[in-house]
């Protein structure tokens, strides 16, 4: 049985992106990791279950068994499930509060929120303004708790926001304007941060932190991707109207507001090895694509 004593670290969404990442880095520092999992059986719950991670099933709707997985747990972390509509913005909302319920009524010591950029504040932003709502309601609730808040994930660099060769330059094109800086963090170091604060490992002043590991402008990503593909680079900055839906849109709207620089020092303070852009470049092993134009990749021509 779990207790507060031996410390097992309860993660909701283990099986996703970033609560995979906090996974990973729970264990690689030794914890004991609950996952709340909806199914236990998938191939993702089940290959977590076999590297230590103990599963407890959990359905949103049936309060009862959020609250019993969350008995006896040190800690808390929760993220909420992507919203492409306002609809599923509302389930977020649904989602997120009816954690906090659960981490209230189980007393858990200590709730960490995986919220997003710019939740201290309402936006317009409909899947950031979620987030500020259920931040509003984990402060609400009396529990110890602990905003993370992630910026655009490095990621989308190898799937949405790819970068292309185009006869012999590599290219990066975003909806944002070329001088604005753009906050962004990898997953994986996200979850390094969170685990140092479920771990107790991190102070946090006030009680929430920006998790920024770079702010490039458009030019100087492109430049970051040229430099690694010893290319040169070229952005290009797209209107809103190639975004197809309407959240994305309001999202690039606020990201295109200039920002003030964010505090990279104290991030790196929870977790020295957070990565800039072109660490983050370098550790995927990222080469360049094949050449749009000249219909091969970089080496294969010269
Ligand atoms: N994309 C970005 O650049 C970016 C940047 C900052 C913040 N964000 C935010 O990050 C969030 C998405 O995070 P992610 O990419 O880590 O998500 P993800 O990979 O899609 O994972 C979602 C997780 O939530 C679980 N889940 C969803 N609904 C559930 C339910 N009803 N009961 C139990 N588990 C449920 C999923 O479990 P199953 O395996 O069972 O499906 C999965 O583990 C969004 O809120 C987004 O706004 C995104």
């Known amino acids: 049985m779990v207790t507060r004593e031996n410390g097992a670290i309860a993660v909701f969404g ?3 992106q970033q609560g995979g990442a906090v996974v990973d880095a729970l264990l690689a520092r030794g914890a004991r990791v609950r996952a709340l999992v909806r199914t236990p059986a998938s191939d993702r719950a089940q290959a977590l279950a076999a590297r230590g991670v ?18 006896g747990v040190a800690a808390f972390y929760f993220m909420t499930p992507e919203a492409n509509s306002l609809e599923e913005v509302e389930e977020e909302v649904r989602v997120g509060t009816a954690l906090v319920d659960a ?8 709730v960490v929120f995986n ?9 317009g932003v409909p899947h950031h303004d979620s987030k500020h709502r259920i ?7 009396g529990l110890r708790a602990t905003m993370v808040r992630p910026t655009a994930f490095m990621e989308n660099f190898a799937t949405v926001m790819a970068p292309s060769l185009e006869d012999g330059t590599i290219v990066v094109r975003l909806p944002l304007p070329d001088d604005i ?7 994986k170091d996200i979850g390094q941060v969170a685990a140092a604060i479920l771990l107790g490992a991190a102070d946090v002043p006030g009680g929430a932190v920006d998790v920024v590991g770079d702010e490039p402008t458009g030019p100087r990503i492109a430049a970051a991707f040229g430099e690694r593909a010893g ?3 070229r952005y290009e900055a797209l209107p809103l109207s190639v975004l197809g839906n309407d959240l994305d849109k309001a999202m690039f709207r606020e990201f295109a507001k200039p920002s003030a620089p964010s505090d990279l020092a104290a991030v790196k303070a929870i977790e020295p090895t957070v990565r800039d852009l072109a660490e ?3 550790s995927t092993g990222w080469t360049a694509p094949a050449d749009r134009v000249r219909g091969r990749g970089p080496q294969s021509g010269t």
């Open 181 to 187: 800086a753009l906050k962004m963090i990898s997953i």
């Open 115 to 123: 919220s997003v950029f710019g939740a201290d504040r309402e936006t």
């Open 280 to 282: 983050w470049i370098r």
């Open 54 to 71: 103990e599963p407890a099933t959990v359905r949103i709707d049936a309060s009862a068994s959020t609250v019993a997985a969350l008995e």
């Open 103 to 110: 981490a209230a009524a189980a007393r858990v010591p200590h």
């Open 231 to 233: 290319l040169p680079s």
């Open 14 to 16: 283990a099986t996703g």
């Open 135 to 141: 931040e509003e309601y984990l402060r609400l609730s």
